[in-house]
Structures are given as C-alpha cells and as structure tokens.
C-alpha cells in the first residue's frame, strides 16, 4: 500500500455499514499525470477517508494493470522484460501515490499467482454455464516473429483518405485519430523485425453478452437508481445498450498475460479487458485471505467504484456480465463515480505523447501536496471537462487556502498564544454562556447547517460539493472574527472576546475534520499546531454526536488546552514563479528532456569557461597553488573532493537546541535505515519550517563533535554570501533518492569512513566550494550532481559553501 504503516486487515462486520471502494486500475506503461490521480485514485481516496471519518467499516484497494499489449511493447520500446516494465513502473506509481498521501488498505498488481487463479477460476463458471463460445478471427502473423501480431505490434501507413500517415499504429492513427484494425493499414509492418506480415486465421474464444442481456439489463436498472449513478455513466451505459451487445472476444494471441485454461487455447491469454477488472478482486485476496467476505456478500457490503468516463462500459456492461454470468452471489457495484477529462492549459493530458503535469514532476515543483490536491479537488470534473492552469492554482493557492483557510487558522491561533498581557498564553480560555452569545449562536447555527449539507453531498460522492463548503465555514469564521472586532473585546469586554476564541478555535479543530479526507497533510499540521497527540482520532460519527456538536463549536476544546506553536500553513505563489513552471512544463516530456540536457551542456561549457569572480575563492586558491604543485606521494597530493562524503538528506524531524537560541537539532535521513542527529548553527538565517521535511547535502564523513552537550553526526551545508549576513541551504533535486552520493564529474573513488581532521581534508577542500553566478553548488567548475539534475542554492550567487 501507499501508506507508510498498512491499515491493520479489516473483514464486514454485521450491522456497520461495510463499504468496498475501488479506483480504476492505472496502467503500468508509464508515469501517472494529473489527470489519471483525479480521475480515479485522489477521488477514491478522498471517499474513503471520509468513510473513515464517519466510522464506517471501509476499505479501499487498487493496483496496477500489468497485463496486455502495451506491455509487451513498452518492453520492446525499453529492451527489457514485460516483467521488469511492470516492477519498474509498479515502483513508481507506487511511489507517486505514496507522496500524495494516497492511503489505500491495499496497493497490488494484476501479475500475480491470485490473479491468475481467480481469473481461471471465473473462466471455469462461465465455460461451465455455457455463456461462452469460440469462433475464427483473421490477424496479421509474422512469419519472421512466428507469432500473431497484436494490434499495437504492427504499423504501417493510414488508409484515410487525406492523411495517409506512414507511421499509424495497428489500433489507431495518431495523425488523424481514426481508430484502425491493424488489416487495414496500408503496407504493414511488424514493429518488432519490420518485415511484412500476412492475414491469418486464429480462434479465440468470445463470452456472449447478447445472452446475458436480460440479467445485466435487470442489474442496471436496479442498481443505477439505489446507487445513484452519475449521468455520464448512465448515459455511456444506456449507449452500449441502444447499439445493441455483441460478443466479446476474451483472449489474445500474446505470452504476457493469464494463461487461457483450456486445451485448445494453451498458447493464449486472457485480454486485458476481462482480466483487469477481476484484478480488484485478486489484490483483495491479496489482502485478505477472506476475501469472499467482501466480495460474496452483496447483502452486507457496498461496491463503490471510481473512474474516467472511457472505463464505464467495462464496469457497468463487461464486469457485471461477467460475474452474473457465474450464477456465483457477487458483490456488485453499487456506485459508480465518473470524472470527465481534465485538460492542460491549450491541450490534453496524454501518457503517450508526454503533455502536461506528471506525478513526478509536481513533487519537484516543492509545491505542497496539500496545496495540490486541493487544487485538483476543486477543479474535478464531476460533469464537464475543465483546465488545468498555473494561474488558476496560483490563484485558488493565493486566494482560497492562503488569504482565507489560512489567515483564519492563523489569526486565531496567534491571538490566543499572545502572552496574558495581550492574548492568552497558548490556553484556551473558558467561555461560560457562549450559547446565549448571540453572534456565537447565530454562527453555530451557520455552521451546523453547512456540516449536514457536507455529510449530504458526501454521501452521494459529490466530493467538490463537500469541499466548497467546508470552506465556506472557513469563510463564516473569517467574518464571524471581523464582526466580533474581537481585538476590542479583548480589551473591553475580555468575557466575550473568550467566547469568540474558544468559538473560533473549536472552529479550527473542525475544519481540520472536515477537510482531512481533502488534504490530510494539511488536517495533521493544524492538529499539531493545536496541540493534539498524533494518535487523536478525529471523528464525524453519528454515534459520538460529532456533527450535533458542529452546531456549538465551541465545544471541541476544553478550557485549560494548551495549544502548540502556530507557524503559516501556506505560502504564496508568485507570478514569477507561475511563468517559470509554465515554460517549464511546457511541451511533451521528450521535448523537456531534451530541453534540460541542452541547458546541462550550457552550465558546464560556462562553468568551464567562468572565472570565479569572488576575490575571497581567488586568494584560497593562490594560497593553495604551491601545495597543488607538490610533487606525487606526498599526503597533500592524495586529497581530493572524493574523500568527501556528500550525500542526499531529508530532514524528517527539526527542533531547537534546548541550551543554545543558535542552533537546530535535527534527525536527517541519509539512507541508512536510523536517521543521524545533527546540529546545525542556522536559526537565525533559516525559519523552523523551512527546515521540516526538506532535502539537503549533508558531509557524513567528518569527525563527530559534541555541541552544547549534543553530539553531532554529520554537517548540513549552506552557503554564505561575503559578509555572513545571509546564509542558505543548498538544494538538491527534489526527486533526488534519499541517501544517493553527490558526484563530481572526473572525480572517483570512495569517500574515507571519517575524515581525520590532523590532515586537514576538509579545510583543504572547502575553499573551493562556492555557488557559481547561476546558483550551482560547485567544487571549483564542477557542479554539485545527482543522478537526477545539479544542487542549487536560492539567491546567493559566487557565495562560500561550508
């Protein structure tokens, strides 16, 4: 799973509300955009962790769609195995997922023995039930390959009219988007020896939905209405039916995929279409042994299901037919919940040409990924299509989490830590009579009816719904605060100004509840600066009175709490930094690659030809020289930059030394399994925040030293400008591994365990450690690399790295 400790195994329990949720299996060919995670993962997360919230019995599994041609031809495309493709980008959408704070109960994959055993299995039945049959199909066949050639196995030049593209693959032309049967093309090919292919016959085997249709018609139209599909599905639904079903061909012609369990089909597998849905049944077995409890028992469980709008039919006419055509008692989809498409600034979101926002790449934008999903949540497109632009997020960002979510949490959070002279010293007052306070009631009313309207649109997955108005209450307290004028009440009536901060601040706890399935990283940040364990279940069950007490807010938090340390939750995106990730993510990922390594070249060719400008650098490395041109043996001439251990950190945890207003205490993950402690002399140049869970260069290898009474085991470096009033950390790639060597090109070799410090390494070495005019971090004209891009400093050009 995605989370980083796995949700202990849950099982239905009789008389809870036991509800099954899956999203739309990604395909694992490629990197997920942005439009795949709200399409099906983010929202069904979302569900869940409202399900979660309101104590229901729920879980949510998904997982990789492993098997099928696109595999095969990813394989080819990368010279490797389809199954080294799939543990690769299985790894990756993993951990895409993982930084999103995607919680499933269970993460599988399709390519697993359970796979193949339920997937036979559910064969068996319908061989058995006589609701399949075989019949003759004609495919291309290459004689070189010796094998049928599958649709994406074969290109060769468009027989449409006016196009006529020399390079449309076997199930579509790119160029002109007419969908193709590889027999059509013109002069076909086959792309794994180039040589010409021939039609064929082959059998397959076909499960007969005209058959089924009595049943599935029945199922529809029953479940539609109790589950209350969406219109888009009713309507995608209602469109298979009005063309009338066909039968469906099950197998494929291909090596990678379920074995077909037949005599007379031994060579093939089973087609993606009818082996990828039974994966959310396989990776519950996965799960749990038990998983029949889940998926036999539509009296007790409800399925809900998320997905584009181009997977309905699969869920609402193929699935279905195919459980119902085992006589077995299924757990069928209750509710399906369909999104549109959601586009990129001018064009589309596409995995194949490599256009728009990446999984990957909105973690390196160091945007936050509460300020993500929010963005992605209130632009889900629920009925219609929408865009995604970086003005737009910039705006919602600026606008909706940072002037309102956030300066209301904050105001009120810095009023009350105030010392008693002028607030309430971190306590949550008393606040006697806040129920006849007639603002105060007026605002708990407000309130009360938002949170009824938030379970309502919940419930019926209108997650957007729920979203806008949970922030509405942000908004009712941001007035309720300028109504009450409560920094005069304070000073004139302290009685009443305790009543709007115990208000205001209960208020904040319930925002922190309402909006956790939203953005859940954000929910434990406040719960932090509230000063609630990290083990605090926050709750809107029925049975404790959490959404009665909505309606008194100033309820949640009992007088006397002492409250946390109340820091900004969000930061404002600028217009320079808009136009610098529009330039950035502009273009397929092929043009961005080539792009960046053009500009690699650029920095090296100007690191080489740069001459260093900062006279401090000049005089080290004069005073340097005669010691560089000793002869060879000596111990100086042994010292290099590669006897230094650099390595890529995560700060994981930051405080403040507790004897010395200086200096951090930080525990930096370096990649070996325990966290080093290090202290670090930065507070006064770095904010405490600033510090949380960034990456960072951290030297492993110096002597450990003992500062102010705590021992310190490595050395986060920064860079200072000429008279140390400024300093800054140098940044590594975002995405660079956790524990991952910096490098200098030419420079081999391993790192001493600890430098000894009678020879003087380190003080040797350091001289030459600065950031070049373009920000690098350098050792003289080479930069500070990792296997995914240089380190770079914010703002301090030609500045001393130590």
């Known amino acids: 799973m995605a989370a980083a400790d796995r949700n202990p195994i849950k099982l239905p329990i009789p008389g809870k509300r036991n509800i099954l949720i899956t999203s739309a299996l990604p395909y694992v060919n490629n990197v997920p955009h942005l439009g795949n995670i709200i399409g099906c993962v983010l929202s069904a997360d979302v569900f869940a962790r409202y399900c979660r919230l309101r104590g229901y019995n729920a879980i949510y599994v998904c997982g990789t769609d492993e098997y099928g041609t696109a595999t095969e031809t990813k394989a080819l495309e990368e010279n490797s195995t389809p199954k080294q493709i799939c543990d ?29 055993e339920v997937c036979q299995s559910i064969f068996s039945k319908l061989m058995e039930n006589n609701w399949l049959s075989e019949n003759t199909m004609q495919q291309l ?18 027989p449409t009219q006016g196009c006529y593209y020399d390079s449309a693959r076997g199930d579509q032309c790119e160029k002109c988007g007419k969908l193709l049967n590889p027999t059509e093309l013109i002069d076909p090919k086959c792309k794994v020896c180039q040589n010409t292919p021939h039609i064929r016959d082959t059998n397959h085997l076909f499960l007969e939905l005209p058959l089924l249709k009595d049943k599935l018609v029945e199922y529809i139209n029953s479940m539609s209405v109790a589950g209350s599909w969406t219109q888009n599905a009713i309507q995608a639904t ?39 849905p039974i994966g959310y049944v396989s990776i519950t ?47 069928l989809m209750k509710t399906i919940s369909v999104t549109e498409y959601l586009n990129y600034e001018s064009g589309k979101f596409s995995k194949s040409k490599g256009i728009g926002i990446f999984g990957n790449d909105a973690k390196d934008t160091n945007i936050p990924v509460e300020v993500w999903r929010y963005y992605l949540l209130t632009n889900r497109p629920e009925v219609s299509d929408t865009l995604f632009t970086w003005v737009d997020l910039q705006a919602k960002l600026n606008t909706e989490l940072l002037n309102n979510l956030g300066n209301f949490i904050n105001r009120v959070l810095s009023f009350i830590a105030k010392d008693q002279a002028s607030g309430y010293g971190f306590i949550i007052p008393d606040a006697p009579g806040a129920e006849s306070h007639l603002l105060t009631k007026k605002l708990g009313d407000k309130v009360g009816n938002y949170v009824e309207q938030y379970i ?21 307290g941001n007035a309720y605060l300028q109504e009450t004028q409560f920094w005069k009440l304070y000073k004139e009536d302290k009685a009443s100004c305790s ?28 719960l932090k600066q509230l000063n609630m364990p990290s083990e605090t279940q926050i709750s809107l069950a029925d049975e404790h009175g959490d959404i009665d007490r909505s309606r008194r807010p100033w309820e949640f938090l009992p007088a006397g709490h002492k409250i946390g340390t109340p820091v900004p939750l969000f930061k404002e995106l600028s217009d320079k930094d808009v136009e610098f990730f529009r330039q950035k993510f502009s273009g397929s990922q092929a043009d961005r690659i080539v792009k960046a390594d053009a500009e690699a070249k650029q920095i090296s060719e100007q690191l080489k030809k740069a001459k260093v400008s900062d006279g401090n650098v000049k005089k080290e490395r004069s005073k ?16 290099s930059i590669s006897r230094l251990d650099i390595r890529v950190g995560l700060i994981t945890k930051v405080q403040k030394h507790p004897d010395a207003d200086s200096l951090y205490v930080e525990e930096i993950d370096v990649g070996e399994g325990q966290p080093r402690t290090v202290v670090s002399g930065l507070v006064k140049y770095i904010p405490l925040e600033e510090m949380q869970n960034r990456k960072v260069c951290v030297l492993c290898n110096l002597k450990p030293a003992t500062m102010r009474g705590i021992k310190s085991h490595a050395m986060v470096l920064a860079v200072s400008n000429d008279d140390h009033t400024k300093v800054e950390l140098v940044d590594p790639p975002q995405s660079a591994p956790v524990g991952e060597r910096v490098t200098f090109s030419g420079f081999e070799g391993n790192p001493d365990d600890v430098l000894n410090p009678k020879k003087k390494v380190w003080e040797t070495i350091q001289p030459d450690l600065h950031t070049s005019k373009e920000l690098i971090a350098c050792y003289k004209d080479l930069p500070f690399s990792t296997s995914v891009g240089v380190c770079k400093v914010k703002s301090i050009s030609v500045g001393s790295i130590r």
């Open 285 to 331: 077995s996965c799960y749990t042994s038990e998983w029949e409890k889940w998926w036999k028992n539509p009296e007790n469980v409800e399925l809900y299901q998320f997905m584009g709008k181009d997977n309905v039919p699969f869920h609402t006419v193929m699935f279905p037919s195919t459980l119902l055509g085992t006589g077995e008692n299924w757990t």
């Open 238 to 276: 209602n469109a298979w039916l009005k063309e009338g079903l066909r039968q469906r061909c099950i197998t494929r012609d291909l090596k990678w995929g379920v074995p077909v369990p037949h005599e007379k089909f031994m060579d093939k597998v089973f087609y993606v279409w009818f082996d990828a």
């Open 141 to 158: 066949y290459c004689d070189t390959c010796k094998r049928f050639l599958a649709d994406r196995l074969v290109e060769g030049t468009c």
């Open 499 to 526: 009543i709007v901060m115990k208000t205001a601040a209960g208020l904040v706890y319930l925002l922190a509840c309402l909006l956790e399935p939203f953005m859940p990283s954000f929910s434990v940040e406040v």
């Open 88 to 116: 690769k980008y299985h790894a990756i959408h993993k951990e895409v997922y993982k930084w999103f704070d995607i919680n499933f109960d269970e993460f599988g994959r399709t390519s697993t023995p359970q796979q193949t």
């Open 624 to 639: 340097k020289s005669s010691s560089e041109n000793k002869p060879k043996g000596t111990a100086e001439q042994e010292i």
């Open 456 to 476: 309502e649109a919940m419930e019926k997955v209108k997650l957007k719904q729920g979203l806008k108005l949970a922030m509405s209450i942000s908004g009712e």
